[in-house]
C-alpha cells in the first residue's frame, strides 16, 4: 500500500481524530477501556432521547460523521489518481515537530504549576522555547512559529507590560519572521503604530487596556 | 381590485419605509471626542463613510480581505449603536468590492479574491494605457450594480420574511441543512472534505454551555471555554492569521503599474459597449448572490463567463476587452448586496461575511431572523438606504482619490502584516480582556493553515461554526414537538421543510456527477492563479481551428445566413427570416445581444403598460399572468421579424461588411464557411 495522495491522507487522519476527540468526550470512553484501567477514564455526558435530547446526542451524532467522511478521505488516499506533484503536502514541519509543540506546552505547563507561577509564564516561557527551536532546526517554519509566538506574547504581556512595550514586542517579533527584516524600519513602524494604537484603541474607543507596565508607578502617558 | 390595491400599498409601503431608512441614516446626534462635546454629528452617515473607506483600503491591498477585517473591527462595533455599527460592517463589505478593481487592473493583483477575473482584461486594458476607462468603468458599474441592488433588497426582503415569519424549528433546521449544502457545493476542491469541514465547524460551534442541560462541553476544565469559542477567534485564527503565515512564504513581488492614469472617462464607443455587460451582470449577481453560499466570488465568475458566450466583441477577451471589467465588476458589487436578503429577512448567513454580521448583530443584543423587520424597523431599512449613500459615496470619492490608492499599493507587505497583526491581537484580546482567546487565535491560525496546505477550506468551516448551535437548538426543538419521530423533516405536513431538503438532496447529487464537478472545478476554486490558468487554457482553446470536415454546401440545408467580417477579421454569421428567441424573450434578447434603444424600448413599453393596468386597477395578482402574456405577443411578433434586420444593421453600423450568403445547418458551420470563402477571395 503507498500512499498516492498526501493531501487526503493527512486530512482523513484529522478528520478521523477531531471526530472521535467529540464523539469520546461527549459519549465517554466504551466499557472495555474502562475496564482495562479501573475507572472511568472520561465520564461524557448524558445521550437522553431524539424526543429529548441531551448534551452528547448532537456531538455525537455529527462526530460519528465526521470520523466516517475522515475514514473515507483518508481510505481514499491510497486509490487517489491525483499522483504526483499535486497531492504532496509542503507543509514546513512534520507530525513529530507538532509534538514536540505540545510537549513543549504540557511540560512547561506542569512546571509552573509545581513552582507555583501563574499559568501565563507557561505559555510565553512555551512560545519563547517554540521559537528558538524553529530558528535553530526548522528555519522554513519560521514565519508561521514567530507570528503565532508573537501574538501569543502580546497577549500574556499586555496586562504586565501594558500596550506600549507588548505592542513593540509584538511588532519585532512579528517583523523577524519576515523575509527581511531592518531594524530602522521595524523601530520606525512600531512607533507609529503604538501611538496609532494608543490613540485608537484606549482614547478613541476607551478599551480597558493598561498603557505602561505594571511596576511603573507614574505613568507618563494617560 | 383589492389584490391591485395590495401592490399599490407594498409600493406604498416600501416607499415610507425606505423614508424610515434615510432619515436613521441622516440622523443626527450629540458626540464627545475626547472631551470635545459636538451637538449634531451625522454619526451613521460617518460610520458609513468609514466604513466604505475601509473596504476600498482592505479591497486595494492584496493580502487583506473583508472576512478578517470585519472580525477585527467587531469588538469595536461593541460602543456602537446596532444601526452604526451594521452599516459600518456593511460598507467594508461592498466598500471592499470597489477597491478589488482598482490593483487587478493597475496591478494584475486581484486586490479581492471577486476581483480575480478583472485582472485578465482590466490589466491588459491598463497595458494599452488605457487604465483610466477601466477604472472607471469598474466605479460605475459598480455604483449602477448597488444601487440596482438596494432596490431588489428592499423589493424582496419584506415578503420574504413574511414567508420566513411562519418557519418552524423543522423549517429552519432544514433550511440551514440546505444552506450548509449550498456552501459546501459552492466551495472549491473535494466535496467530502468540504462538508468534513462544514461537520467540524458545527461541533467546534457547540463547544461551551449547553444552553438546555447547563453541561459545560468539550471545555477541558478551561473557565475561558464557558462561553463557548468566539466567533471572531475562529474568523481571525483561520483567516486573518493563516493568511498572513501563507502570504509570508512567498517571495514577496509586487510592481505597480507605472503608467499615469490619465482619460477617466470612457469614451461614447465604451458606453455603447459597457451597458449591456453592466445589466447584465447586475442582473445575475443579483441572482447568485441571494444563494445560501453565493456572493461576490461567485457573481463575478458567473458574469465573466455569460459575457464571454455572449457577447458582441468576444473575440477581444482576454487583450484588453472593456466588457470583461465591467461585467464581473458590477456582479460582484450586486452580489456582496443581495447576499444580505437571507440575513435580513431568515437570519441565516449565505457567506463567511454574512455569518460575521450576524455575529455583530449578536454582540448588540439582536437575534437575527424575520423579526428584525418588523421589530428593528429602522435597523432594517437604515441599513438599506445606507447602502445607496454608501454607494454614492464611494463612486464619488473613489474617481478622484485613485492617485491616493495606487500610493497605497506601493506600501510593501513587511510594514503591512505587523500591523495586521497588532489589530487582530487587539481586536481578540478585547473581546472578553483574557490572553486565552489570543492563544486560541494562534491555534486556529495554525488549523487553517495546515487547512489550507492539505486543501481542506475553510469557509464552509466557518458557516457550520455560526449554525452549530442554531442547528442543534432547531433539531432539539422540532424532535420534542414531533415527540422523537425523525420523519419530520420531510412529512407531507411540513411541505417547505420537505423542499428544503429534497433541493440539499438534488443539489449534493448534482454536484456529484462527474461532467458538472469537473467545471465546477474549473470555475469555483479559490486560489486566483489557478482560476486565471484555467480561464487563459479555456480561451486558448477557443480559437478557430482548422480543417474541420463537413463545411461543404451539402445542398440539404435550405436556411440561409448572411455572413459578415469585421474590420478585424472577427466573422459573425445572421440568419435570415424570422427569429425564435427574439420572439420567445423580446426585450431579454435585445439585451442578450446588446441592441440598446431596442432593449429600453420593450422595458420601457412593457412596465409602463403593465404600470397604467395596476393603476387602473383593472388588474389584479390572479390576471396578472394572463394581461402580461397579451401584452408580450405583439412585442414579441414584431421583434420576431425584424430582429435579424436589427442584428445586420448593428454589425454594418460597426463596420462589418457582408461576405456573402451561405446556406447552413448552423451558425458555426455558416461562419466557417463564410471564413473559408473570405481566406480564398484574399
Same mark, same amino acid.
Given at each position: 500500500?503507498?500512499?498516492?495522495?498526501?493531501?487526503?491522507?493527512?486530512?482523513?487522519?484529522?478528520?478521523?481524530?477531531?471526530?472521535?476527540?467529540?464523539?469520546?468526550?461527549?459519549?465517554?470512553?466504551?466499557?472495555?477501556?474502562?475496564?482495562?484501567?479501573?475507572?472511568?477514564?472520561?465520564?461524557?455526558?448524558?445521550?437522553?432521547?431524539?424526543?429529548?435530547?441531551?448534551?452528547?446526542?448532537?456531538?455525537?451524532?455529527?462526530?460519528?460523521?465526521?470520523?466516517?467522511?475522515?475514514?473515507?478521505?483518508?481510505?481514499?488516499?491510497?486509490?487517489?489518481?491525483?499522483?504526483?506533484?499535486?497531492?504532496?503536502?509542503?507543509?514546513?514541519?512534520?507530525? $513529530?515537530?507538532?509534538?514536540?509543540?505540545?510537549?513543549?506546552?504540557?511540560?512547561?505547563?506542569?512546571?509552573?504549576?509545581?513552582?507555583?507561577?501563574?499559568?501565563?509564564?507557561?505559555?510565553?516561557?512555551?512560545?519563547?522555547?517554540?521559537?528558538?527551536?524553529?530558528?535553530?532546526?526548522?528555519?522554513?517554519?519560521?514565519?508561521?512559529?514567530?507570528?503565532?509566538?508573537?501574538?501569543?506574547?502580546?497577549?500574556?504581556?499586555?496586562?504586565?507590560?501594558?500596550?506600549?512595550?507588548?505592542?513593540? $514586542?509584538?511588532?519585532?517579533?512579528?517583523?523577524?519572521?519576515?523575509?527581511?527584516?531592518?531594524?530602522?524600519?521595524?523601530? $520606525?513602524?512600531?512607533?507609529?503604530?503604538?501611538?496609532?494604537?494608543?490613540?485608537?484603541?484606549?482614547?478613541?474607543?476607551?478599551?480597558?487596556?493598561?498603557?505602561?507596565?505594571?511596576?511603573?508607578?507614574?505613568?507618563?502617558?494617560? | 381590485?383589492?389584490?391591485?390595491?395590495?401592490?399599490? /400599498?407594498?409600493?406604498?409601503?416600501?416607499?415610507?419605509?425606505?423614508?424610515?431608512?434615510?432619515?436613521?441614516?441622516? %440622523?443626527?446626534?450629540?458626540?464627545?471626542?475626547? +472631551?470635545?462635546?459636538?451637538?449634531?454629528?451625522?454619526?451613521?452617515?460617518?460610520?458609513?463613510?468609514?466604513? =466604505?473607506?475601509?473596504?476600498?483600503?482592505?479591497?486595494?491591498?492584496? &493580502?487583506?480581505?473583508?472576512?478578517?477585517?470585519?472580525?477585527?473591527?467587531?469588538?469595536?462595533?461593541?460602543?456602537?449603536?446596532?444601526?452604526?455599527?451594521?452599516?459600518?460592517?456593511?460598507?467594508?463589505?461592498?466598500?471592499?468590492?470597489?477597491?478589488?478593481?482598482?490593483?487587478?487592473?493597475? =496591478?494584475?493583483?486581484?486586490?479581492?479574491?471577486?476581483?480575480?477575473?478583472?485582472?485578465?482584461?482590466?490589466?491588459?486594458?491598463?497595458?494599452?494605457?488605457?487604465?483610466?476607462?477601466?477604472?472607471?468603468?469598474?466605479?460605475?458599474? /459598480?455604483?449602477?450594480?448597488?444601487?440596482?441592488?438596494?432596490?431588489?433588497?428592499?423589493?424582496?426582503?419584506?415578503?420574504?420574511?413574511?414567508?420566513?415569519?411562519?418557519?418552524?424549528?423543522?423549517?429552519?433546521?432544514?433550511?440551514?441543512? *440546505?444552506?450548509?449544502?449550498?456552501?459546501?457545493?459552492?466551495?472549491?476542491? /473535494?466535496?467530502?472534505?468540504?462538508?468534513?469541514?462544514?461537520?467540524?465547524?458545527? *461541533?467546534?460551534?457547540?463547544?461551551?454551555?449547553?444552553?438546555?442541560?447547563?453541561?459545560?462541553?468539550?471545555?477541558?476544565?478551561?473557565?475561558?471555554?464557558?462561553?463557548?469559542?468566539?466567533?471572531?477567534?475562529?474568523?481571525?485564527?483561520?483567516?486573518?492569521?493563516?493568511?498572513?503565515?501563507?502570504?509570508?512564504?512567498?517571495?514577496?513581488?509586487?510592481?505597480?503599474?507605472?503608467?499615469?492614469?490619465?482619460?477617466?472617462?470612457?469614451?461614447?464607443?465604451?458606453?455603447?459597449?459597457?451597458?449591456?455587460?453592466?445589466?447584465?451582470?447586475?442582473?445575475?449577481?443579483?441572482?447568485?448572490?441571494?444563494?445560501?453560499?453565493?456572493?461576490?466570488?461567485?457573481?463575478?465568475?458567473?458574469?465573466?463567463?455569460?459575457?464571454?458566450?455572449?457577447?458582441?466583441?468576444?473575440?477581444?477577451?482576454?487583450?484588453?476587452?472593456?466588457?470583461?471589467?465591467?461585467?464581473?465588476?458590477?456582479?460582484?458589487?450586486?452580489?456582496?448586496?443581495?447576499?444580505?436578503?437571507?440575513?435580513?429577512?431568515?437570519?441565516?448567513? &449565505?457567506?463567511?461575511?454574512?455569518?460575521?454580521?450576524?455575529?455583530?448583530?449578536?454582540?448588540?443584543?439582536?437575534?437575527?431572523?424575520?423579526?428584525?423587520?418588523?421589530? !428593528?424597523?429602522?435597523?432594517?431599512?437604515?441599513?438599506?438606504? /445606507?447602502?445607496?449613500?454608501?454607494?454614492?459615496?464611494?463612486?464619488?470619492?473613489?474617481?478622484?482619490?485613485?492617485?491616493?490608492?495606487?500610493?497605497?499599493?506601493?506600501?510593501?507587505?513587511?510594514?503591512?502584516?505587523?500591523?495586521?497583526?497588532?489589530?487582530?491581537?487587539?481586536?481578540?484580546?478585547?473581546?472578553?480582556?483574557?490572553?486565552?482567546?489570543?492563544?486560541?487565535?494562534?491555534?486556529?491560525?495554525?488549523? +487553517?493553515?495546515?487547512?489550507?496546505?492539505?486543501?481542506?477550506?475553510?469557509?464552509?468551516?466557518?458557516?457550520?461554526?455560526?449554525?452549530?448551535?442554531?442547528?442543534?437548538?432547531?433539531?432539539?426543538?422540532?424532535?420534542?414537538?414531533?415527540?422523537?419521530?425523525?420523519?419530520?423533516?420531510?412529512?407531507?405536513?411540513?411541505?417547505?421543510?420537505?423542499?428544503?431538503?429534497?433541493?440539499?438532496?438534488?443539489?449534493?447529487?448534482?454536484?456529484?456527477?462527474?461532467?458538472?464537478?469537473?467545471?465546477?472545478?474549473?470555475?469555483?476554486?479559490?486560489?486566483?492563479?489557478?482560476?486565471?490558468?484555467?480561464?487563459?487554457?479555456?480561451?486558448?482553446?477557443?480559437?478557430?481551428?482548422?480543417?474541420?470536415?463537413?463545411?461543404?454546401?451539402?445542398?440539404?440545408?435550405?436556411?440561409?445566413?448572411?455572413?459578415?467580417?469585421?474590420?478585424?477579421?472577427?466573422?459573425?454569421?445572421?440568419?435570415?427570416?424570422?427569429?425564435?428567441?427574439?420572439?420567445?424573450?423580446?426585450?431579454?434578447?435585445? *439585451?442578450?445581444?446588446?441592441?440598446?434603444?431596442?432593449?429600453?424600448?420593450?422595458?420601457?413599453?412593457?412596465?409602463?403598460?403593465?404600470?397604467?393596468?395596476?393603476?387602473?386597477?383593472?388588474?389584479?395578482?390572479?390576471?396578472?399572468?394572463?394581461?402580461?402574456?397579451?401584452?408580450?405577443?405583439?412585442?414579441?411578433?414584431?421583434?420576431?421579424?425584424?430582429?435579424?434586420?436589427?442584428?445586420?444593421?448593428?454589425?454594418?453600423?460597426?463596420?462589418? %461588411?457582408?461576405? !456573402?450568403?451561405?446556406?447552413? %445547418?448552423?451558425?458555426?458551420?455558416?461562419?466557417?464557411?463564410?471564413?473559408?470563402?473570405?481566406?480564398?477571395?484574399?
Amino acid at each position: 500500500m503507498t500512499i498516492r495522495n498526501q493531501k487526503d491522507f493527512w486530512a482523513g487522519l484529522m478528520f478521523m481524530a477531531f471526530g472521535l476527540a467529540f464523539v469520546s468526550i461527549a459519549y465517554g470512553t466504551p466499557d472495555f477501556l474502562n475496564e482495562m484501567v479501573g475507572r472511568k477514564l472520561v465520564p461524557g455526558y448524558q445521550m437522553g432521547s431524539p424526543t429529548r435530547m441531551g448534551p452528547a446526542y448532537f456531538p455525537v451524532l455529527l462526530g460519528t460523521m465526521l470520523a466516517i467522511l475522515g475514514a473515507i478521505v483518508f481510505f481514499r488516499s491510497f486509490v487517489s489518481k491525483i499522483a504526483g506533484t499535486a497531492s504532496v503536502v509542503k507543509l514546513p514541519f512534520n507530525i $513529530i515537530d507538532l509534538a514536540v509543540v505540545v510537549g513543549v506546552f504540557v511540560v512547561l505547563t506542569y512546571a509552573a504549576k509545581w513552582m507555583n507561577l501563574s499559568n501565563d509564564w507557561a505559555m510565553l516561557g512555551s512560545a519563547l522555547v517554540i521559537s528558538a527551536l524553529s530558528i535553530a532546526f526548522r528555519p522554513e517554519a519560521k514565519a508561521l512559529a514567530l507570528i503565532l509566538a508573537s501574538s501569543l506574547a502580546f497577549a500574556y504581556l499586555l496586562k504586565p507590560l501594558g500596550l506600549v512595550l507588548a505592542s513593540i $514586542i509584538l511588532i519585532f517579533i512579528s517583523a523577524y519572521g519576515g523575509h527581511e527584516f531592518k531594524w530602522k524600519e521595524v523601530a $520606525i513602524l512600531s512607533a507609529i503604530l503604538v501611538v496609532f494604537s494608543v490613540l485608537v484603541f484606549v482614547k478613541g474607543l476607551t478599551l480597558p487596556f493598561p498603557i505602561c507596565p505594571q511596576f511603573i508607578d507614574n505613568c507618563p502617558i494617560r | 381590485m383589492e389584490a391591485s390595491n395590495e401592490v399599490l /400599498s407594498f409600493l406604498q409601503a416600501i416607499y415610507v419605509n425606505l423614508g424610515i431608512g434615510f432619515k436613521e441614516v441622516f %440622523k443626527t446626534q450629540p458626540l464627545t471626542i475626547m +472631551g470635545f462635546a459636538l451637538t449634531h454629528v451625522p454619526f451613521n452617515i460617518l460610520m458609513c463613510l468609514i466604513g =466604505v473607506m475601509l473596504g476600498t483600503l482592505i479591497g486595494v491591498l492584496p &493580502g487583506i480581505g473583508p472576512v478578517a477585517t470585519i472580525a477585527m473591527l467587531l469588538p469595536v462595533t461593541f460602543s456602537l449603536s446596532p444601526v452604526a455599527a451594521l452599516i459600518m460592517l456593511a460598507g467594508i463589505y461592498y466598500g471592499a468590492q470597489y477597491g478589488g478593481s482598482t490593483s487587478a487592473i493597475l =496591478v494584475n493583483l486581484p486586490g479581492e479574491s471577486s476581483s480575480v477575473v478583472t485582472c485578465l482584461d482590466g490589466y491588459q486594458m491598463a497595458r494599452r494605457g488605457r487604465a483610466g476607462p477601466a477604472l472607471a468603468t469598474a466605479a460605475l458599474g /459598480s455604483f449602477f450594480a448597488g444601487c440596482v441592488a438596494t432596490l431588489i433588497v428592499a423589493m424582496f426582503a419584506p415578503p420574504l420574511a413574511e414567508v420566513a415569519l411562519k418557519f418552524g424549528p423543522s423549517e429552519y433546521f432544514s433550511l440551514m441543512v *440546505l444552506g450548509l449544502v449550498s456552501a459546501v457545493v459552492l466551495a472549491s476542491g /473535494s466535496l467530502i472534505k468540504a462538508i468534513a469541514m462544514v461537520l467540524l465547524g458545527l *461541533l467546534l460551534g457547540l463547544v461551551g454551555t449547553d444552553v438546555n442541560s447547563g453541561v459545560l462541553r468539550f471545555s477541558f476544565g478551561i473557565s475561558e471555554m464557558a462561553d463557548g469559542i468566539g466567533f471572531v477567534t475562529v474568523a481571525m485564527g483561520m483567516f486573518g492569521i493563516a493568511e498572513i503565515i501563507g502570504n509570508l512564504e512567498q517571495k514577496e513581488d509586487r510592481e505597480v503599474f507605472t503608467s499615469k492614469v490619465s482619460h477617466l472617462f470612457p469614451t461614447t464607443t465604451d458606453w455603447e459597449r459597457i451597458w449591456g455587460p453592466t445589466v447584465r451582470g447586475t442582473a445575475l449577481g443579483s441572482a447568485l448572490g441571494i444563494l445560501p453560499g453565493g456572493g461576490a466570488l461567485l457573481s463575478s465568475f458567473g458574469a465573466y463567463t455569460v459575457e464571454k458566450k455572449v457577447s458582441f466583441n468576444a473575440h477581444e477577451f482576454g487583450k484588453g476587452a472593456i466588457e470583461g471589467v465591467a461585467a464581473p465588476e458590477s456582479a460582484n458589487n450586486a452580489g456582496a448586496q443581495t447576499s444580505f436578503i437571507p440575513l435580513l429577512t431568515l437570519g441565516i448567513p &449565505g457567506n463567511a461575511v454574512m455569518a460575521l454580521m450576524i455575529g455583530a448583530m449578536m454582540i448588540q443584543g439582536i437575534a437575527p431572523g424575520p423579526q428584525v423587520m418588523t421589530e !428593528r424597523k429602522e435597523l432594517f431599512w437604515g441599513m438599506i438606504a /445606507s447602502m445607496w449613500v454608501g454607494n454614492l459615496m464611494l463612486v464619488v470619492l473613489n474617481l478622484p482619490l485613485i492617485g491616493m490608492w495606487i500610493k497605497l499599493l506601493t506600501v510593501p507587505y513587511r510594514w503591512l502584516y505587523p500591523s495586521i497583526l497588532l489589530f487582530m491581537a487587539v481586536g481578540v484580546f478585547s473581546v472578553s480582556n483574557q490572553p486565552f482567546d489570543c492563544f486560541l487565535m494562534s491555534l486556529f491560525g495554525l488549523l +487553517g493553515y495546515v487547512c489550507v496546505k492539505l486543501e481542506c477550506e475553510p469557509a464552509p468551516m466557518i458557516l457550520g461554526f455560526i449554525l452549530g448551535p442554531l442547528m442543534e437548538e432547531n433539531l432539539r426543538r422540532a424532535m420534542l414537538l414531533s415527540r422523537g419521530d425523525w420523519h419530520v423533516f420531510i412529512s407531507n405536513e411540513k411541505p417547505i421543510s420537505q423542499g428544503f431538503l429534497i433541493a440539499a438532496a438534488i443539489l449534493l447529487a448534482v454536484i456529484a456527477l462527474p461532467a458538472l464537478r469537473k467545471k465546477r472545478d474549473v470555475a469555483f476554486s479559490e486560489d486566483g492563479s489557478v482560476q486565471q490558468e484555467a480561464l487563459a487554457a479555456e480561451q486558448a482553446a477557443e480559437t478557430p481551428k482548422d480543417a474541420v470536415a463537413g463545411f461543404e454546401d451539402d445542398g440539404k440545408s435550405t436556411q440561409k445566413w448572411n455572413v459578415y467580417r469585421g474590420a478585424d477579421g472577427n466573422i459573425v454569421a445572421v440568419k435570415e427570416g424570422f427569429n425564435v428567441w427574439a420572439f420567445l424573450f423580446v426585450g431579454f434578447w435585445s *439585451l442578450m445581444k446588446d441592441l440598446f434603444l431596442t432593449t429600453m424600448a420593450w422595458f420601457a413599453a412593457f412596465f409602463a403598460l403593465m404600470a397604467i393596468g395596476f393603476i387602473w386597477q383593472h388588474w389584479s395578482y390572479e390576471t396578472f399572468g394572463w394581461w402580461a402574456a397579451a401584452l408580450w405577443l405583439p412585442f414579441g411578433v414584431v421583434y420576431g421579424l425584424k430582429a435579424n434586420r436589427w442584428l445586420m444593421d448593428k454589425y454594418e453600423r460597426h463596420h462589418y %461588411k457582408l461576405v !456573402r450568403q451561405v446556406t447552413a %445547418k448552423n451558425a458555426g458551420i455558416a461562419i466557417e464557411r463564410g471564413r473559408r470563402l473570405a481566406a480564398a477571395a484574399a
